[in-house]
């Protein structure tokens, strides 16, 4: 038994240091997978010999590993083997980095990269990491860590512990450099190629919110612009459009700040009423392109709350008002019964856009919107959501 318990444990470590050579050897590793052991056979058929050079020097039993084009597989049966000798390796390298030097330091950043990328929510080797960066404060350890991260966030995009331990890597990186600019353009990439591969991508666009604070307003502006066309190919994504909403609102505050000491933390007022206007005109064509979708018309209610807030005068107002009706009536209208599901989605949208316009803009602008036949519109449109009308309509019966 203890003969057989000893030589389990070999095999673990023997499969652990050839994870730690691949990621060694190779550092510009960009996505790992699982496979199951019956694909290694096909994958392992197409070596050839510029695949045997980026091999050269590295041993690893190809019924486990499968390394190719700075991608990496892991056979599934391996996984809980390799991850108790991560754990062992990682506690012993802990407890030997308490009272150790550099060198053991390099051990437990070796062992933990191990660990994570088995156990993504790792927080104790996450925060072993930070120990370690925090103590060195090296510009090129900041952005290893930062490859780390992306590694693990390639299969695990939900992974909370590497979404935060990326930030804190860029607040690190931030207080080393003024200018972020590099770093928020690989960012936002990162972010826009999860959201096409998984949806639900709420991790990642928070990540990307949180970004917001560390751009100029020039990279403000150009995020704005250069993201509408993502946006536009993903109507119905409302977590890019929350996305819109907090540049615009950085924008808006920008514009309201009184002492702008360069272009760099300033921003007009006339500028951003003009980046409102284009974002008004770009939302009204998404509309009409793509009906029912719930995360336009939310949107469209962000950028009229502004509007009818900033502007006072009445006549400016009753041009919006009439403006925004034409923009209902049109997307009221009944459509081809091939897109029945969409039109009655879009007849509900613009309704509850009209009702919600209406509360907003005190009397008598706003009664243009109340004289609006709301009723008949939600009631044809969402007949089982009739109870809930009444009360907001303000009908009795």
Known sequence: MTTTTHSSHLEQNLLMNQLESILEHDNQLDEIGFIHPSQFAPLNEGSDAECAEEEAGLEYDDRVFWHRGHKLGISTVALLPLYKAARAAFFTAMQQCASGGEEEDDDLLKHSRALVLLSTDFATAWNSRKMVVSRRREHALLMDELRLSGLVLSYAPKSDQAWSHRRWVIKMIACQLSNLQDIMEKESLLVEQIAERYKMSYRAWYHRCWLVSYMTVEQMSHVLKDSRDWSGLHAADNSCFHYRRRLLLALLKYSHCEHGSNAFNYCSSSEVQKIWKEEFDWNESLIKRYIGREALWLHRRFLSAYY????GQDQNISTFIDYELHLIQSCTRKLDDCFQDDAEAQVTHA???????????????GSKLREFDLKTLLNDSSPEKILLWKPLLGHDN
Do not use: D, F, S
């Not at 009818?308 to 502007?311: I, Y």
């Not at 009209?354 to 005190?362: E, M, S, Y």
């Open 308 to 311: 009818t807030k900033q502007t």
């Open 351 to 365: 309704a509850t856009y009209a009702l919600w316009l209406g509360k907003q803009v005190a009397h008598p602008q």
